[in-house]
């Protein structure tokens, strides 16, 4: 029997099958029925109360109006719709009811919403009616656009709605369908998707866009298209990008031709031939003045007290140690930098080389012609040091981890590898030395027992689970029956397993003390651009893994690169804890990474 009661009547019934969640979604539902009115009415059935009635079925619904009532957006005494029953079924139908209640499928609803999106009702109005975001909003009219054809593929639960999100990177409905079907069912996961999907774009990660800015992009009139289910945002005009990073060391390469030298050779892409057909002049010996001297010898002496220490601390105060430590080593490689100088009449008979490579500007001193003389006996100037040798082998033990998880999702590319492995260390006398970056005696990697990050990586848990999957199949120790087990497989499936077991040889870890020739450098770097390696994906710029492990200037330049100047220099005045926090929480999700692990970052043709 149908009839109205006022609102401040009714009230939930204590036999109301439903009792978890009772109030989720409460703002789009009452956004529904301030938009709407109740489309359905309430079972109720007589309170003990003359006048007032217990809701069965609609609790939800009579929620929603009584906190709709309590905003003032309704009166407590408007007539709500009722249908009353016979309260002896009462429990019956209410838990009837809520068993018989299908959901609606998502893709439903993204249709549902394009359709009035068509008849001009416009996204904050689609928002306001039904008391979602407007971000939501757009995400699933951005679905709706996605090819029929995958979108009934989701209807019928062969497609993630993960693999759907990842398809909205690109508007060509043709070329989400080509990538769809040329991928293995191994290979359909999110990140591989939108990697073939966004082939012709940059990332906001990319090494060469954090070295430009978003900004001065932006600012240049490039084009920028964001990721709605993600943080990520790409670019689509590569020669902008390109031309940015030229000017960019365009200009630092001025500064060094004030240096006074006899020429300046500029380049936007690190050419190692072009270093290779120079010989090399290095800077002259020169005395540290009083003030340096004192310094340096302090340093020293305190990085020796605090070394002491260290070696007889517990695990839980070598952290802090840790800190000061490498902030000491730091400043004290600084100051033996200064020991040394090129001369005016060096610099005029000799050249710089100005160019960039993964995220940075690389400047080489002291160029001179081939058959020109050149000063005995010495090595290489190392580059600026930011982070301290303890760090850096953290930073690529995570590199490591995060390669074999890559690694371990390409047979192909393993199977590749592992062939090229075996024909270097059969024919290593014909093909010469290089820098390889496995042990193929299945030697593990030579990863830090002392760092816990790396045990709750997200590339340690990834390859634990494969590991455990792997082991579940070919749990024997009967070398007959896994031979069984392992000729029985599929070839697909065998590959599978050989780059799982060959991954577990790559090692790019550089230990304390370690001398890394260019060779094995530019071997990791190609290693991790043919496995399209992403390593933010991986590792996090935290106060934990990094900052206060660095010095305050270097917490501050990252902060520049990512948020700028003025940024950064509201941050100037914070203690070290303070700003290694701040940091993490202004670079959380911008996709900065430090030096070691910019480099091999892959970069898209």
Known sequence: MQQQTP????????????????????????????????????????????????VVDGQRRLLALKALAKDKVLKPTISVKCEQIDPEIAQELSLTANVQTQAMHP???????????QKNISIRDISARFGISEKTVKQRLKLASVSPQLLAQYREGEMSLEQLEA???????????????????????????KAMLTEKKVSSSDHRVRFI???????????????????????????????????????????VEAEGWGFVEVSSKYEYDFVQQYNRIWP????????????????????????????????????????KLDTLEIEKEQLEEKKEAYTKEQKANAGAYVSYRHGEIFITRGLVEASAPTSANKKEARPKKEISERLLERLTAHKTLALQDV????PQIGFDLMLCEMVRNT???????????????????????????????FATANRQKAFEKWASILRTDNGAVLYEAVSSMKQEQKMKLLAFCFAGCLDVVIPPKAHVTQSRQD???????????????????????????????????????????????????????????????????????????????????
């Not at 009714?10 to 109740?38: D, F, H, W």
């Not at 690694?407 to 390409?410: C, P, Q």
Request: glycine share 4%; with cysteine; charged share 30%.
């Open 7 to 54: 609102l401040n009547k009714l009230q939930v019934a204590p036999e109301n099958s439903r009792k978890t969640n009772v109030t989720a979604r409460q703002e789009e539902l009452k956004a529904s029925i301030k938009a709407y009115g109740l489309l359905q009415p309430l079972l109720v059935r007589p309170a003990d109360q003359k006048g007032h009635f217990f």
């Open 107 to 117: 893709a439903d609803q993204f249709d549902a919403f394009f359709e009035m999106s």
């Open 167 to 193: 398809f909205t990177l690109s508007e060509d409905q043709e070329k989400q369908e080509t990538v769809w079907s040329q991928l293995n069912d191994w290979q359909k996961n999110p990140h591989q998707i």
């Open 213 to 255: 800015t978003l900004e001065a992009y932006k600012k240049a009139g490039g084009h920028m298209e964001a990721d709605l289910f993600s943080e990520d945002i790409y670019l689509s005009n590569l020669e902008l990008i390109e031309k940015l990073v030229s000017d960019k060391v365009s200009k630092t390469a001025k500064a």
């Open 284 to 323: 002259e010996p020169v005395e540290l003045g009083d003030k340096d001297a004192e310094r340096l010898k302090a340093v020293e002496d305190e990085i020796e007290r605090l070394q002491d220490m260290y070696n007889e601390a517990d695990a839980d105060n070598q952290d802090g140690l840790d800190e």
């Open 407 to 410: 690694l371990s999702n390409s």
């Open 427 to 457: 024919f290593q006398d014909n093909l010469g030395q290089s820098g390889s970056c496995f042990h193929l005696r299945m030697d593990s990697a030579s990863l830090p027992r002392d760092d816990e990050s790396l045990k709750d990586s």
């Open 523 to 605: 071997t990791v770097n190609w290693l991790a651009d043919l496995l399209k390696l992403d390593m933010t994906q991986y590792w996090k710029p935290t106060a934990a893994l990094y900052f206060n492990h660095i010095a305050k200037d270097n917490i501050l330049n990252a902060v520049k690169d990512v948020k700028g100047v003025k940024v950064a220099d509201t941050l100037k005045k914070l203690k070290k804890s303070e700003l290694a926090k701040e940091a993490e929480n202004r670079l959380e999700n911008s996709g900065w990474l430090p030096t070691p692990l910019q480099v091999g970052l892959y970069e898209p043709e």
